[in-house]
Each structure stands twice: as C-alpha cells, then as structure tokens.
C-alpha cells in the first residue's frame, strides 16, 4: 500500500451497523496489541454542527474531509477502521441530488483501501435523527454502492449476520488482509506449499492428496 496504515473502509447503506461494527472492530484490534485507529463520519459531524443535512454543493467539501481523516490517521496506525468514505458520500449525491459529479474523486480516493466491507441489509432500520432517510433507501443505496465498487474495481466483502456473527465475518477478513504480506513471503520462500504428498505428485494443491486412501 503506499501509506503506512493498512485502510479498512466500512460502508453500507443507513441503519446496518457499520459505526456500531467499526467500534468493535477497532476494540478487538487494539486488544491484540495493533495500533489500530477508527475514523469518524465527516458527514454527522456537519449534521449535528449545523442541524441540518448538507445542500448540494456542500457534498465535495464534506467527501474531502473524510478523505483528509483518514489519510491523516493511516500515517500513523498500523490498522485504520474508517466508518464510510467518500465513495458513500459520492452514492448519497447521486441518490439524493442526482449528482454524479463526486464518484471519479471519490472512487480514486477510495482505492488506498486494502479492503471494504460492505454492511448488509439485514438488520432491522432504525432512527436516527435528520442523518436517516428511511428503510425505502437502504435498497437503492447498496446497488448504487456495489454499482460503484465495482466500477472502481475495489476489492470488497459482503458482511451479514447478527451480534457476534457479523464481527466474526468481519474480522475473519480483516485478519486475511494483515496476514496478506506474511502469505507472500511464504509463497516466495516456498514454504506456502507442502512437499512429497506421494510417489506421483509433490504437488500440495493436488486433489489427489485429499482423496480417501485404500487401506492395505
């Protein structure tokens, strides 16, 4: 990656606990001794600091700081865990304004993530003040969302469940990610592969190896 830290964006529609699921995340982290970093909302600091949801031309400048936050915080942290990106502000743009403007910016921007989760639909919407539209836009929203990650050719994980479950399957690609470096070292130094499985193949990845074996 070309900074320091290791960026892990949480993204998602409103009302899938990705502030509720970076927190964690970030707790779990910090448990094992990485200096691991969360990333706030650009977006309801401007809410709660004005008491209202930004107008159209406000959007680039709010979609910067998140990018400013987090490029700020990855100098310094081993892990970043940022609650959204611009990507998501760019989404909400489009959805709200039928403003396409910010999704070049923001994709590019959004590319020094290793990685994304992207927070399923499948717990309940909840209010939450002026910053929640409704449970009508978490459908439109998330299309919009993987319409996006998909064009910028992010690399991303579907995390769905409840409670412990979803941190699990967060954390299980959030422990692939930092393992990533180790895993090509080891590639390199042969040591990722088993030698000598039998007299026909020492081959590691060969089915053949996993086939159940005739006793003699």
Known sequence: MSQAGRIITITGAESTGKTTLVRELTRILQSRGLKAMMVGEALRDFCDEHG??????????????????????????DVVLADTSALTIAVYSDYIFAD?????????????????????????????GIIRDGPHVREPVDAL????????????????????????????????????????????????????FCENCDDGECEQHWLPRAST
């Open 145 to 196: 969302i993987r319409r996006a990650l998909a064009r910028s050719g992010a690399p991303y994980a579907v995390v769905s469940g409840q409670g412990i479950g979803r941190i699990e399957r967060a954390l299980s690609v959030i422990e692939s990610v930092l393992d990533a470096p180790a895993r090509q070292v080891r590639l390199a130094s042969g040591g990722g592969r088993w030698k000598w």
């Open 100 to 128: 396409t403007s910010l999704y070049a910016e923001a994709e590019q921007d959004h590319a020094q993530a290793a990685m994304t989760l992207l927070t399923a639909l499948d717990l309940p919407w909840v209010e939450d």
């Open 52 to 77: 209202r949801t930004p107008r159209v031309d406000e959007q680039q400048a709010i979609a910067r700081e998140q990018t400013r936050r987090i490029a700020k915080a990855a100098l310094d942290n």
